[in-house]
């Protein structure tokens, strides 16, 4: 049955498989989400349904407001919670991508941010993706899901950053989350994150060492790709 939510349906059930795909999340450690600003609704990933088993019409969709089920007869995943926070926080976003991806999950757990090193982080990161401090033990037990967004936008206000132009978080001791202007553009994002890491790890393990790149080609390859004089496509 088409309904108005159909689209963000369909862009939400894309992007979960590709998170499946990609092999960002092992088991069902990741969901992603589109969002629909004129209906104050998101649509997202089901709660513990296999990548492979997913529906289109099993997108759950959610209020932006309070991440209460507005359509939808499966349970939404749990991190909705975190995902209606971000798009209220975050007014310019249309897609967000959570996954406990190898490298990213690895790197987060150390609480560092992961410094742009090479041009490819570059090309899609206008900086350092930050990593937020720990939660604190009233914050998990009060409202653990809610709060894991508070410390990201946290994070982006005290260190003044712009969500669009860094468009990924490291959540301290826990994972990534990537967004975007769409739920497709998220998964590029999370798949570019969990690359730089990569890379990361390994200049790390050949040199010992983390030269961040100078301040002058990271804004260069930032801005060919997404400055106002845009030229870059591959
Ligand atoms: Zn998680």
Redesign the pocket.
């Known amino acids: 049955m088409s309904t108005t939510y159909s689209w963000i349906q369909e862009e939400a059930w894309a992007a979960n498989q590709r998170i499946g795909a990609e092999k960002l999340a092992a088991l069902t450690?990741g969901n992603a989400s589109a969002v629909e600003r004129t209906s104050g609704v998101f649509a997202i990933k089901p709660s513990g349904v296999p990548y492979e088993n997913l529906n289109v019409e099993d997108m759950v969709i959610c209020s932006i407001e309070d991440a209460s089920v507005v359509y939808g007869n499966k349970k939404a995943s749990s991190?909705a919670i975190t995902h209606a926070a971000l798009y209220r926080a975050f007014p310019e976003i249309g897609g967000i991508v959570?996954t406990?991806s190898p490298k990213a999950t690895a790197w987060a757990q150390t609480g560092l941010d992961l410094p742009c090193l090479g041009t490819t982080h570059a090309d899609h990161f206008a900086g350092p993706v930050p990593c937020t401090r720990p939660l604190t033990p009233e914050e998990i037990n009060s409202a653990y899901v809610l709060n894991t967004a508070v410390v990201i936008i946290e994070t982006f206000e005290k260190r003044s950053l712009n969500p669009a132009a860094i468009p990924a978080v490291l959540v301290g001791q826990?994972?990534p989350f990537t967004w975007s202007e769409s739920a497709t553009g998220a998964v590029d994002n999370a798949i570019a994150l969990e690359a730089c890491t990569a890379m990361a790890f390994d200049m790390f393990n050949l040199t010992g060492n983390l030269v961040p790149i100078p301040d002058a080609l990271l804004r260069y390859h930032y801005e060919r790709k997404h400055g106002p004089k845009a030229t870059y496509g591959q």
């Open positions: 450690w991190d959570h406990h826990h994972g």
